[in-house]
């Protein structure tokens, strides 16, 4: 079995989008992705709307965190998607990134929880495929 491939998530906050497209990612393609998120100002906390969606599909792990960019810049990314435009403008050049792609979705922070389930959704729908072509299938 080879090494399982590298994907990061950006995103600003690093408290919704990114952790459930890195809950996401995890749980559909664990057997040949690892996924990380963080922000480019990472909050710090997770988003607890954010949470409790990905608690109730059982996708939620305690390693999930909002976590700086810092931490991950020497990490060996094979993919690198941006899923807000803030952090699009603002992601810094990975020395060892291969290659960078954006997906936005709204951020629903503050929204009803209705619209969290949306955005997982979409995640699910418009990015999974996306990983899926670019680092499953050529493995």
């Known amino acids: 079995m080879s090494q399982k491939k590298q994907v990061l998530i950006l995103c600003t906050g690093n408290s919704c ?13 664990g057997d040949c992705v690892e996924a990380q998120s963080s922000g480019v100002k990472a909050s710090g906390t997770v988003n607890p709307n954010a949470q409790a969606l990905l608690e109730s599909k059982g996708q939620w792990r305690e390693r999930y965190h ?8 020497d990490t060996p990314f094979d993919l690198i998607i941006t899923v807000c435009d803030h952090a699009k403008e603002s992601c810094p050049v990975f020395p060892k990134a291969v290659k960078t792609i954006h ?24 990015l999974l495929p996306i990983v899926d072509r670019e680092l499953c299938q050529s493995a």
């Open 17 to 29: 989008r990114s952790i459930m497209a890195e809950a996401l990612i995890n749980a559909k393609f």
């Open 66 to 73: 909002s976590k700086v960019i810092e931490t991950v810049l």
């Open 103 to 126: 997906v936005g979705f709204d951020d629903p922070s503050g929204m009803a929880v209705e619209e969290y389930e949306k955005t997982y959704d979409l995640i699910e729908k418009e």
